[in-house]
Structures are given as structure tokens and as C-alpha cells.
């Protein structure tokens, strides 16, 4: 089991002292929560861009970009040059399929993993036919676009319900999991299926990072 840190709540002032502090905690990822305003409420291009361009020079913890954008395509080609782990893109930004395998592939041709996300209200079943063209499945649970949200309790049904499609159908796809992730809810997205558990402010908001992702990372 894996931790990435979205450092969607780390101080500008304080940034390069707590990526040092976050990468000697152990955090296996960055996780890169990028909003344009239009997909979701907030924007965060910039400051995103910024923390990307310093990760990039300082540290050598893969990066995880989120993208809850409408335009992808532009977003992608502005992402990939931080050479990411992975990028995910969302389901519902796209008109079709054709559309999201087209994301999908330019992402894997430039050496990059492609992920795919979906909000709280999206049926699992919606993507299952994308499932042998992605790595990873980033499940939405609380609602994109701000962090501090509670866990939504019936997103776990669904980490459960892919976890079962993965299994039967010997797909190769890492379940990762976003929104108001805590040590009093850990245990149930593990039990759940989960591979990858996202976890912001509590981490960010600790005394303690280490002691903090340690903990997150026992419950597996």
C-alpha cells in the first residue's frame, strides 16, 4: 500500500522546506491537484504549475497529476514535461470514449502512466471498458475540487465493487483513492481493495509526517 501527499494545502512560504520534510517522511507521491475554475470551482494551474516546476528540480518522489480540468488535452501537454509517474484524467471531462482513449494514449506515448477518475455520482461500470487501457483508477471520494471534505461512506462500495471486476477479469489496474482519506477511515478503503490512498490535510495539518504516514501505511 501507497501514500501520495496532495500538497493542494501546503504554504507557499513554506513549500521547499515541507516537500523536503514530506520526502524524508516517506510519502511515495506527490500528489499534483490540478483545477482550472471551469471543471471545478477552484483554480489552482498556477500554483500547481509552480510546486511542479520545484518538485522537478529538488526531489526525486514521482509525481501523481490529477487533472480535474476541461480542456485535458492542453493540461496534459503543460503536465508531462515534469515527466509525472502518472497522469489521471477524469471521465466526465470527455464528450466520448474515443475522446478519453485519445488522452489515454498520448499520455502512455510519452512515457508516462495514464490514470482515469470519477467523481462520487459516476457509476464504476462507466469505465469498465477502459480498464485494460489505463493503470490506474483514481476513485473521487468526496466531491473534486476543494480539500478538507469528509469521506463519502458509499464511495467504498465502489473501491469494493471495481476491486471484484479487476480480480475476475486479471486486469492490471492499481485502485487509488481521494477525499478526506484519515487514520479513522484508513482501514475501511483498505479492506476495500485500495492500493493508493491520497491524503492532503492529514498529513499537511500533523505534527509529525513521518509518525503520520507511518500510521496511514500500518493500517495495510
Known amino acids: 500500500m501507497e501514500v501520495a501527499t496532495s500538497i493542494l494545502s ?17 510519502t511515495d507521491y506527490f500528489h499534483i491537484d490540478v483545477m482550472d475554475g471551469k471543471f471545478v470551482k477552484n483554480d489552482t494551474t498556477e500554483l ?12 526525486n518522489v514521482p509525481l501523481d497529476v490529477h487533472l480535474m480540468v476541461e480542456d485535458v488535452m492542453s493540461y496534459i501537454k503543460s503536465f508531462i514535461i515534469f515527466e509525472p509517474r502518472n497522469i ?13 482513449l485519445s488522452w489515454i494514449t498520448y499520455i502512455k506515448e510519452h512515457n508516462c502512466k495514464a490514470g482515469i477518475s470519477i467523481k462520487p455520482n459516476t457509476e464504476i461500470e462507466k469505465i469498465y471498458n477502459i480498464l485494460p487501457y489505463v493503470h490506474t483508477v483514481l ?10 471534505q469528509e469521506l463519502i461512506p458509499e464511495t467504498i462500495d465502489k473501491i469494493k465493487k471495481l476491486k471484484e471486476y479487476i480480480s475476475k477479469n486479471n486486469l492490471e489496474v492499481d485502485i487509488e ?29 500533523s505534527s509529525n509526517y513521518k509518525e503520520t504516514i507511518e500510521k496511514l501505511k500500518s493500517c495495510f
Request: charged share 25%; net charge negative; with cysteine.
Open 48 to 59: 500547481m504549475t509552480e510546486y511542479s516546476e520545484y518538485l522537478n528540480s529538488i526531489t
Open 10 to 26: 501546503v504554504k507557499k512560504e513554506k513549500c521547499i522546506q515541507t516537500f523536503y520534510n514530506l520526502e524524508t517522511a516517506g
Open 177 to 205: 483513492a481521494d477525499g478526506g482519506i484519515n487514520l479513522d477511515n484508513v482501514e475501511k478503503i483498505r479492506e476495500a481493495g485500495c492500493d493508493i490512498i491520497v491524503a492532503g490535510t492529514s498529513i499537511i495539518d
Open 139 to 148: 476513485i473521487m471520494t468526496v466531491e473534486p475540487g476543494k480539500g478538507g
Open 88 to 100: 489521471t484524467v477524469h471521465y466526465e471531462a470527455a464528450k466520448d470514449e474515443g475522446e478519453l
